[in-house]
């Protein structure tokens, strides 16, 4: 069900070497670009009479408009089933107890006397958030979007799910509850590449947004990509993954049922296991073929993610060695099932979100931890990170001189300038002065 890499005996090798060793699903975003740009130059020309023919062509449904009246807001949280809307309830209030600890204020910097530097935090005027649809309903997905952009003080929020055609045309009503609960009133039935199109040229119903959040599927990736520099992005999420560094003290069913969580998102999913213990391998190899079979999802989504290319479990020699290893994948969600597994964690670099010990399933950070679950895939943990209210702030330098302070570094200015080839720059400072270098 699960293939073998077996890493042991050699030293391993380093940085892309090792990377080029370990399960990875394809995910061409390049490939996609094609594909997409014209669907965000349509909508971009034609608008709204745009994302109703997508809605038709892709969803299977026909709208008159786009976005969601207030009346199907209401309803859905009218009608939701009591558990479920004290889970989200639930979910929100961890999620906005972790997000506030983020905000961050303004400091100033006294560099010399007269001379002050001011960093002040300013947020995002608009953004427009993608909840997914299609295998799955994500109303996890709203509250960990919305949730950072709240708390970063975002005063102008729309979020877009696709259209459902069990669901007369709106986005599944649970999206629809989870955005009444958050106080979200904007939300638009467009899925896919016109989705994020939608929100970065605008249209007749929709505002423009200055940035786009949010996971989607490969077409949503390539819209990133493709507006990348017009709007901003978190990232471009791939497919789901989770890996788990385990010895031989974690426990083989708590391990097969996190590999199998992961699983159920989508043929494509990832789930790794790293491990210095061949015992662990083979029970968790026993485990899976029972566990899987007592799933849901198995022939669509289970059984082709665990069989796929992208997922493994890895033998090594050593913890020392797993670590390496782990932190060459850079997974989105990395568990750590050894002894002493705090001590491991806190020395891994690369990872989206890390859980620690056996009673901090990936489960738990999808829904109820407080930690974002909108995090960096297909190895970009080495260089992003997950969503934050910091994703929606921007750092503004403020810097406040004195004439004596800018007199007393003028001839440093005027010196690099010139080194530069840049005279006029430190023209611009003598001009103050009587085109003389202030004497030091």
């Not at 929606?392 to 690099?416: K, N, S, W």
Request: charge should be negative; include cysteine; aromatic fraction near 4%.
């Amino acid at each position: 069900m699960i293939s073998r890499i077996d890493l042991r005996g050699d030293s391993l090798p380093e940085g892309g070497a090792l990377r080029d060793l370990l399960p990875r699903a394809e995910f061409d975003v390049a490939a996609a670009l094609d594909k997409v740009r014209p669907i965000c130059e349509d909508v971009h020309h034609r608008g709204t009479a745009a994302l109703i023919e997508y809605a038709q062509k892709f969803d299977g449904v026909t709208l008159e408009r786009i976005r969601v009246p207030g009346e199907a807001l209401k309803a859905a949280l009218e009608e939701l089933d009591p558990a479920v809307r004290a889970a989200l309830e639930e979910s929100i209030r961890r999620a906005r107890i972790v997000h506030a600890q983020q905000r961050r204020t303004e400091h100033t910097t006294q560099v010399v006397p007269g001379g002050t530097v001011t960093e002040k935090w300013v947020p995002v005027e608009r953004v427009g958030l993608y909840a997914p649809g299609g295998r799955s309903v994500y109303p996890s997905s709203v509250i960990m979007n919305v949730v950072p952009a709240q708390e970063a003080g975002v005063e102008s929020i729309a979020l877009a799910s696709p259209p459902q055609a069990d669901f007369g045309g709106l986005p599944h009503p649970t999206i629809l509850a989870a955005c009444a609960l958050l106080g979200i009133d904007e939300v638009y039935a467009a899925g896919g590449a016109q989705a994020v199109a939608m929100f970065a040229y605008g249209t007749e119903e929709c505002a423009p947004a200055n940035m786009v959040t949010g996971p989607g599927n490969i077409w949503v990736a390539a819209a990133k990509r493709y507006f990348t520099g017009k709007i901003g992005i978190d990232t471009e999420a791939g497919p789901t993954e989770i890996a788990v560094l385990a010895d031989s003290t974690a426990d083989p069913v708590h391990v097969a049922a996190d590999l199998i969580s992961q699983a159920e998102h989508d043929p494509l999913a990832a789930a790794v296991l790293v491990t210095d213990s061949a015992e662990l391998a083979a029970a968790v190899e026993a485990e899976l073929e029972p566990q899987v079979a007592a799933s849901k999802h198995i022939e669509d989504r289970i059984r082709p993610a665990l069989a796929g290319r992208q997922s493994a479990i890895v033998l090594v020699d050593s913890l020392e060695d797993g670590l390496k290893v782990v932190d060459a994948y850079g997974a989105e969600h990395l568990e750590i099932q050894t002894a002493d597994a705090a001590a491991w964690a806190a020395r891994v670099r690369n990872a989206g979100a890390i859980f620690v010990g056996p009673w901090s399933p990936v489960s738990l950070g999808d829904y109820c931890a407080g930690s974002n679950h909108v995090l960096p895939t297909g190895g970009c943990a080495c260089h992003s990170s997950g969503l934050s209210v910091q994703s929606f702030l921007r750092g503004i330098h403020i810097v406040d001189y004195t004439r004596d302070a800018l007199a007393e570094v003028t001839h440093h200015v005027v010196t690099l300038a010139e080194a530069e080839d840049l005279p006029a720059h430190g023209a611009a400072l003598k001009a103050r002065f009587g085109w003389k270098v202030p004497q030091q």
